[in-house]
Nanobody, 120 residues
Framework: QVQLVESGGGLVQPGGSLRLSCAAS????????MGWYRQAPGKQRELVAG???????NYADSVKGRFTISRDNAKNTVYLQMNSLKPEDTAVYSC??????????????WGQGTQVTVSS
C-alpha cells in the first residue's frame, strides 16, 4: 500500500559525510512525522532525528550539531545529512513515517534500512 525506500548509505572515513534519503510512495494522502532511527550490533534501536510535517526537528544528543534532518513534502522524501561522522555512528539506519493513506488509515511505516559504516 505504501513503501519507504532508503538510499545513500555506505562506507566513509571518520570525519567524513554522508547524505541519506528516504522516499515514500504508494497510496499516500499525507505524511505526519518522519524520522531516522539506527541500530548498531548488540544495541537497541534509537531515534537519531525526527521532523514534523511543519518542519520542527529533534535530535539525539549524540548527533546534535553534526546531523541535519530535512524533508521535501512535495516529494514525500526525508533526508539526513550526516557530517563529522564517527566510528560510533556505524549502524543500520532506517527511516520511519506516519502515513495517512488515501483510504484515510494511518500507517506506521518503515524502510528496509541502509548500512552506514564509519571506519578508516
Amino acid at each position: 500500500q505504501v513503501q519507504l525506500v532508503e538510499s545513500g548509505g555506505g562506507l566513509v572515513q571518520p570525519g567524513g559525510s554522508l547524505r541519506l534519503s528516504c522516499a515514500a510512495s504508494g497510496s499516500i494522502f499525507s505524511i505526519y512525522a518522519m524520522g531516522w532511527y539506527r541500530q548498531a550490533p548488540g544495541k537497541q534501536r534509537e531515534l537519531v532525528a525526527g521532523i514534523t510535517s511543519g518542519g520542527s526537528t529533534n535530535y539525539a544528543d549524540s548527533v546534535k550539531g553534526r546531523f541535519t534532518i530535512s524533508r521535501d513534502n512535495a516529494k514525500n522524501t526525508v533526508y539526513l545529512q550526516m557530517n563529522s561522522l564517527k566510528p560510533e555512528d556505524t549502524a543500520v539506519y532506517s527511516c520511519n513515517a506516519q502515513i495517512v493513506t488515501t483510504a484515510r488509515t494511518t500507517l506506521d511505516s518503515w524502510g528496509q534500512g541502509t548500512q552506514v559504516t564509519v571506519s578508516s
